[in-house]
DNA sequence: GATGAATGAGCTTTCATTCAT
DNA sequence: CATGAATGAAAGCTCATTCAT
C-alpha cells in the first residue's frame, strides 16, 4: 500500500514536471494534455486521474506561487522598506538593501512563477501579470509624486512592464536560483538608476558636465 | 442573395484588419483563418481566394514591415549616429539627437511590427525578435567594451530584450504614432540613464550625495 | 474577330492539352480543374466558358477516341480477318498478317486512348475498359470452342485484361507511334504464341524433346 | 448511450476490414478516413485512437506482405529454381515445378497485396510495384541473354508489367485462395509459352507447319 | 471571352474531456 | 490506480462549380 502511494507521488511528479515543461514551452493554451501524459509515461485518462481538468493541472503547478505572490502583495508594506534607500546617493548602499531583500525573499523566482505571469493566458489567472504590472506602476506613481516628478505618468506601466519582464527573462534564462537573484538585484538596480537619473535630470542637476569621469 | 459588394478592396482590407486583430491578440499559431473570415464577413473558402495560406495572410500583414527593419537593419550604421550624445552629459542633448533619430524612421513603429516580433511564434519569422534582440545586445556590448564597463554582459541580452519590450508595449497600448514616438523617445532615454548611471557609479563617480537635489 | 477566334482556338488548345497531361497523370478523380486552367494560363472561371464541367472536358478528350472505338468494334468483322492465320503455324506469316491489321487501324493509339480506358474511372466512360476485355475474352472463347480448348475459360478475362493492358502500356511508355505499333504487334504476337502454345501442350503435340533445338 | 460494445479487437477488425475495401476500391489518395470509420461504425476521432493516421491504417494493413514481399526477393535465389524446367520441352514438367513453387510460397497472394502494389500511391510504398516490375524485368534479360535472344528487350518490362498484373488481377478476381494459386500457375505457364514461342521461332525451328495438330 | 468573388461540402488531423471496465 | 473506447468540435485547407461583371 505504502509502496503504491510511493508510486502514485513520483507519477504525480513526473505529471507535474512533464506539465511545467509544457506550460512553459507552449502557454496554457497551446500545451497539449496528451504530450504531458505522454511524456509522463501515462496515459490521458488515468492523468485525469489526478488532476480533473487542464485548468486544474496548471493550478496545481502554479497554487503555491500565486499564493506566495499574494502574500507578498498584501505585506509588501512590511518587508518592503527600501525607502530609505532613496536617502543615500551610494549605489553600493543601494545595492546591498535591494540585495538584502531579494535574498530575504521566498522562493518565487521559479520556473513555475514565470509560468503564473508569462504562460497562463486562458487560465483565470490570466491578470495575475497585469495586476502586478499596475500594483508596481502604482507604487512608482507614489514615489513620483512624492519626489515631484511630473510628466511620465505614460510611462510607468511600461516600465513596471519590463521591469518584471527583466526579472521574467532572467527566471527563463539562468537555471541556479544564486545567480538568478544576483542578476536580478543588477537589473533592478540598473532601473533604479534610469529611474533616479529621469527625478535628477528633471530637476536640472543631473547629469552635468562636471559629474563627467575624467578619461 | 443578390446582394453583391464587388469591391475587392474592401474585402481584402476588412480581412487585413481582422487578420491583424487576430493574430494580434491571440498570436499566429493560435490564430484562427475561421475567425478571421467569419469577421471579415466572409467564408473561408473565399478567404483561400485572397490569401492560400495562413502564413501567407501573415506575411501579407508583416511584409513591409519586416522589409524596413531589415533596411535599417542593414543601414543603421550610416542613420544611427547617436554616438555624439555620449560626448555631452546634458540630458537635453541626448533627448534633442534621439528624437531626430526616431522621428526621422519610416513609420515602423505599427501594431504590424509588434506582430512581426512578438506574434510570429510559428511562422518563418519567428527569429526575427531574437535576432533583433541579439543584434542590440551586440550594440550594448561594444559600448560597453569601448567605456571599460565589466561585470554586466549577462544582463546586456535582457537589457536588450527589454528595451525592445518596452517599445513594443509603447506601440501596444498607445495608437497615435506621434505620442507612440514621443514615448519611444522617453523610454529610451530612461534606459540610456540606467546605462549610463551603472557607467558612472562603476567609477565611483556618481551618484554621490552632492548630487542629491534639495528637497 | 478571326484573330480573336483564333486566340480562342489557341486557349482551346492549350487547356485541351494541359487537360490530358493532368488526367493521365492522375486519373479523372483526382486530377484538378484548377490545375488544368494554372497550367493552361487562363483562370479556372473562363475554363467553365469553354467547357461546362470537368467531365464535359474529360468527354471533349476522349471523344474521337470512343466513337473510333466503338466503330471498331462495331465493324470489326469485317476489319477483322486474322482468322487465316490460323492456317499457318509460320511466324512470319502471323507478323505479316498483323502488321497490316495493326497498320490499317486509324489512329487509336494514342495517349487519350490510354485515358479512355485507364483513366475514366468517376466519368461515364469508366466502364469501357471493362466492356472491351469482356469483349475480347468473348473473342478469346469462340477461338477456344472452335479450337476444341477446354480449362482455360476462367484465364480468358485475365489474359484479355493484360494483353490489352500491355498495349495500353506501350502507348503509355513511348510516344512514336510507328515504334509504339511495331511494339504492339510484337507483343500480340507473344500472346498468340502463349496462346498457341497452350492449344498444342493440349493436345500433346508441342512443345516435345524433339523440337528442342540443338544447342 | 449505455451500449457498450468492449472488444478493442472486434472494431480493430472492423476498420481494418472497411479500410481494406476502401484503399481497394478507390486507392490510398482518394480513400477517405471518414467512410472508413462510418462503415465500421465509429467515429473518426476514434479510428484515430486506432491509428495515428491515414498512412499509418494503410501501413498496418499492407505490412505483413510488404515483408514478405521483400523476404521473397531477397531469397528469391534460393527459392527460385525453376531454370531446370527450361531443360525440359514437356510442359507437364513445367506445370509441375511452377505449382511447386507457388504453393511453397508463404500467403502472399492476397488482397492485401493487391493493396500494396496497385493501391499504394501516395504513400512510401508507391514504389513497390515498379521495382518489382524491373527486378522481374531484368530475371528476363539475363534469360534472353543466356538464350542469345535479341529485339525483344524493350518488350521486357511491358511483359513483366503484364505478368504481374495478371496475377494481380487473379487475386482481385478470386476470392478461393487454392483456385488463385492454380489459375496463377496457369496463368504463367502461358506466358512461359508464349516466351517460349518467341525464342524457339527466332530459331526457326518452331512453330513449323509440320507441328499443326490434325483437324 | 475573360475574370474575380463567392459557396458549401469535403478532406485529414488534433483537441480536451468522459466513462465503463 | 489505470486504461482503452468514444465523442464532438475545431483546426487548416482543397474541391468543383456558379455568377455578376
Same mark, same amino acid.
Given at each position: 500500500?505504502?509502496?503504491?502511494?510511493?508510486?502514485?507521488?513520483?507519477?504525480?511528479?513526473?505529471?507535474?514536471?512533464?506539465?511545467?515543461?509544457?506550460?512553459?514551452?507552449?502557454?496554457?493554451?497551446?500545451? #497539449?494534455?496528451?504530450?504531458?501524459?505522454?511524456?509522463?509515461?501515462?496515459?490521458?485518462?488515468?492523468?485525469?486521474?489526478? +488532476?480533473?481538468?487542464?485548468?486544474?493541472?496548471?493550478?496545481?503547478?502554479?497554487?503555491?506561487?500565486?499564493?506566495?505572490?499574494?502574500?507578498?502583495?498584501?505585506?509588501?508594506?512590511?518587508?518592503?522598506?527600501?525607502?530609505?534607500?532613496?536617502?543615500?546617493?551610494?549605489?553600493?548602499?543601494?545595492?546591498?538593501?535591494?540585495?538584502?531583500?531579494?535574498?530575504?525573499?521566498?522562493?518565487?523566482?521559479?520556473?513555475?512563477?514565470?509560468?503564473?505571469?508569462?504562460? #497562463?493566458?486562458?487560465?483565470?489567472?490570466?491578470?495575475?501579470?497585469?495586476?502586478?504590472?499596475?500594483?508596481?506602476?502604482?507604487?512608482?506613481?507614489?514615489?513620483?509624486?512624492?519626489?515631484?516628478?511630473?510628466?511620465?505618468?505614460?510611462? @510607468?506601466?511600461?516600465?513596471?512592464?519590463?521591469?518584471?519582464?527583466?526579472?521574467?527573462?532572467?527566471?527563463?534564462?539562468?537555471?541556479?536560483?544564486?545567480?538568478?537573484?544576483?542578476?536580478?538585484?543588477? +537589473?533592478?538596480?540598473?532601473?533604479?538608476?534610469?529611474?533616479?537619473?529621469?527625478?535628477?535630470?528633471?530637476?536640472?542637476?543631473?547629469?552635468?558636465? @562636471?559629474?563627467?569621469?575624467?578619461?
Amino acid at each position: 500500500m505504502i509502496v503504491i502511494q510511493y508510486k502514485k507521488d513520483e507519477l504525480n511528479n513526473r505529471i507535474l514536471e512533464e506539465a511545467e515543461k509544457e506550460f512553459f514551452e507552449k502557454g496554457y493554451e497551446h500545451a #497539449s494534455v496528451r504530450q504531458i501524459a505522454k511524456r509522463a509515461g501515462t496515459t490521458i485518462s488515468n492523468l485525469y486521474n489526478y +488532476y480533473e481538468s487542464k485548468e486544474a493541472l496548471f493550478e496545481a503547478l502554479v497554487k503555491d506561487e500565486c499564493e506566495g505572490f499574494q502574500y507578498f502583495i498584501q505585506h509588501h508594506d512590511t518587508m518592503d522598506k527600501p525607502d530609505e534607500a532613496w536617502e543615500s546617493m551610494d549605489i553600493r548602499v543601494w545595492r546591498r538593501i535591494l540585495e538584502d531583500f531579494i535574498h530575504s525573499l521566498p522562493p518565487i523566482f521559479t520556473k513555475r512563477f514565470y509560468i503564473l505571469l508569462n504562460c #497562463s493566458r486562458g487560465t483565470r489567472y490570466e491578470e495575475t501579470k497585469t495586476f502586478f504590472i499596475r500594483f508596481m506602476n502604482e507604487h512608482f506613481l507614489e514615489h513620483m509624486d512624492t519626489m515631484g516628478l511630473k510628466g511620465f505618468r505614460e510611462l @510607468g506601466n511600461v516600465i513596471a512592464e519590463q521591469m518584471l519582464g527583466g526579472i521574467l527573462s532572467i527566471i527563463r534564462d539562468y537555471a541556479d536560483e544564486k545567480q538568478v537573484r544576483h542578476l536580478i538585484v543588477e +537589473y533592478i538596480l540598473f532601473f533604479f538608476m534610469g529611474y533616479m537619473g529621469l527625478m535628477l535630470s528633471n530637476t536640472g542637476q543631473w547629469p552635468n558636465p @562636471g559629474a563627467i569621469p575624467a578619461k
